[in-house]
Every structure is written in structure tokens, then in C-alpha cells.
């Protein structure tokens, strides 16, 4: 019954949602693409240079990629241009650690920031030179 | 007996809601919790497109609970693996996903330790991500995936571990 009731509840937010109610605006976002995890958990230094190559296992292993922003903005990517394949794609994985200008459609949920990008308008690729300080993170070299 | 009875009914309330064994992270603003969601197609919520089976494993999930909350399934307990793997083969239906709901002002996450179908059921690791890989290649090297994974050597081969062309690590002493 209790069971029952849940799916129905379910049921009842999904149609309440439409599938996808919420309010799209578009937006330039500006900034450095992350590993989502380690990059809000703090559970090590996770910028630039230092931590790309743990930013390549994150998305490779399927961890959201955000953009990180000036400000400390997280925007949470879900299609780079018409690559949606946001859990597997090497595009997710290539961009890790670039600085990026992009295009996008921005959907704001629950506490997250959903960023849907038409066009990468600027990459100048990886320019946070951080390993000098922090060697590579982790393991070392 | 009125005054026996809240109490006995305060005290399953309780051990119900503490039925969880995700470990905490000691991390900041996170919670140990169970919730009971919808596994859900995170684009296929938000725009409307929406491939069969949540779009095959190829997009992030996340859990929609019956208060109508959208969580993003970031992690799960496979090192440095997401949460696409478990939650993919539960597309659409209600699980019970045990582990960190981390509210940080910036973004909120969730972190999927354990999961069951049932509240009867026991809690399984949510560790399929090692278990597809060792499938895929083989578990001699599962347990240090991300070092192995042909198409991150792939990447590291041709970007170097900084992510610049030509840029090294100093040679150690």
C-alpha cells in the first residue's frame, strides 16, 4: 500500500514537473572545467595543472564535469555542443582542467546549476599552472 | 497507555529512520541519509529529451524523490567512478539509495554507498562500475582501474598528466 502510494506520489512530481518544467535562461558561463567531486568535496587540491590527471579518472569514470567559476559557481555540464553524452564521451574527458567561455542553456534545480552548452566559444585549454605548487594530485609523481 | 504507545511508535520511527549504513566522509554539509527516489534521466527531466533506458548509461542520473527533489547521483563507491552504473539498471523504477546527500551552497550532490530495491531488502555496494570494467577489461588491473583504462591512457598518452603537450614532471630525486 505504502508502496503503492510512493510510485503515485512519484507519478504525481514527474507530471507536476512535465518532464522538465523548469525555466531555461540563457547564459555565458566563464571558467575552469572540474571534476565535480573532488573539486566541491575538498577532499584534495583539485585545480589545474596539479589534478588534471585525477580530472581525466573522474570523468572517465563517469563523475560529472562542472565549470567552475571566478565566483565559485559550479555549473554541472549536460551536452557540450551535439555531444550529450555526458557519462562516457571523450569530449567530457578532453576538456578536463581547460579554461572555457561557453553558450548555454541553464537550468536551475534543487540546488544544482544544469548547464546544457550550444557552443564552446572560447578554450584556451589548461592555463591554471598549479603543479608547481602542488606536484600531481594525488599520488605525486 | 496512550503515552506507551507514542512512544513505542517514536522509537520504530526512529530506528527506521536511522536504518542506513553509508559511512560518513566527514565532509562539509554533508548528511548520511537514505532516500527513496525514482532513478531518473537528468536531461530528460530538465529539457524533455528523453532516449530510451535513461539514454543507455551514456548520461548523468539522478534520483527523484516523492517530494519532487532532484538529486544529482555524482559518486558512487567505486574509486573515482560515478554513479551511472548502479543506477542505470533501475531506470524508472524506485530504489532506496544509501549514502551522502552533501548540500553545499554552491551545489548539491549526492552520493550513492548502497543501494536496495525494498526497504526489506539488503543494502548492496555501489560498486558495479569495478564489476563492468573488470568485465570489460579484465580483473587484473579492476582494482587500479583508472591507471588501466585503455582510453585514459589514451588521453594521458597524447595531453601529459598536466593536461599541456611537452609538460612533464621534474624527474624525482
Wanted: net charge negative.
Amino acid at each position: 500500500m505504502m508502496r503503492r502510494m510512493f510510485k503515485i506520489c512519484t507519478l504525481a512530481a514527474l507530471v507536476a514537473y512535465g518532464g522538465g518544467a523548469a525555466q531555461a535562461e540563457r547564459v555565458r558561463v566563464t571558467g575552469e572545467v572540474v571534476d565535480t567531486w573532488c573539486a566541491l568535496t575538498g577532499i584534495m587540491f583539485a585545480a589545474g595543472t596539479a589534478h588534471h590527471q585525477c580530472a581525466v579518472w573522474c570523468a572517465a569514470g563517469g563523475i560529472p564535469v562542472s565549470i567552475k567559476t571566478s565566483d565559485g559557481a559550479y555549473y554541472v555540464v549536460l551536452r557540450i555542443e551535439d555531444d550529450d553524452s555526458s557519462a562516457t564521451s571523450d569530449t567530457f574527458v578532453k576538456i578536463q582542467s581547460h579554461e572555457v567561455s561557453v553558450d548555454g542553456e541553464l537550468h536551475e534545480r534543487d540546488g544544482v546549476k544544469y548547464l546544457f552548452v550550444s557552443k564552446v566559444a572560447d578554450d584556451k585549454g589548461v592555463v591554471n599552472l598549479t603543479h608547481s605548487d602542488f606536484g600531481i594530485v594525488p599520488f605525486g609523481n | 497507555m496512550w503515552k506507551q504507545s507514542v512512544l513505542v511508535c517514536a522509537a520504530v520511527a526512529m530506528a527506521a529512520g536511522a536504518a542506513h549504513a553509508a559511512d560518513s566522509w566527514g565532509l562539509a554539509n554533508e548528511t548520511v541519509t537514505e532516500i527513496e527516489a525514482t532513478v531518473v534521466d537528468i536531461a530528460c527531466v530538465l529539457n524533455k529529451d528523453c532516449p530510451p533506458n535513461c539514454g543507455d548509461g551514456k548520461r548523468q542520473l539522478g534520483l527523484l524523490t516523492t517530494d519532487g527533489k532532484l538529486r544529482l547521483a555524482a559518486k558512487g563507491q567505486s574509486v573515482f567512478a560515478g554513479a551511472v552504473r548502479e543506477l542505470l539498471p533501475h531506470c524508472g523504477k524506485v530504489v532506496f539509495a544509501d549514502g551522502l546527500l552533501i548540500q553545499d551552497p554552491a551545489l548539491t550532490i549526492f552520493m550513492v554507498q548502497n543501494l536496495r530495491l525494498t526497504k526489506a531488502d539488503k543494502l548492496q555496494p555501489a560498486t558495479a562500475f569495478d564489476t563492468d570494467w573488470a568485465k570489460q577489461n579484465g580483473k587484473a588491473n579492476a582494482s587500479d582501474w583508472f591507471r588501466a583504462d585503455p582510453r585514459v591512457k589514451k588521453v594521458i598518452e597524447e595531453d601529459g598528466v598536466f593536461g599541456i603537450k611537452g609538460l612533464k614532471p621534474a624527474p624525482t630525486p
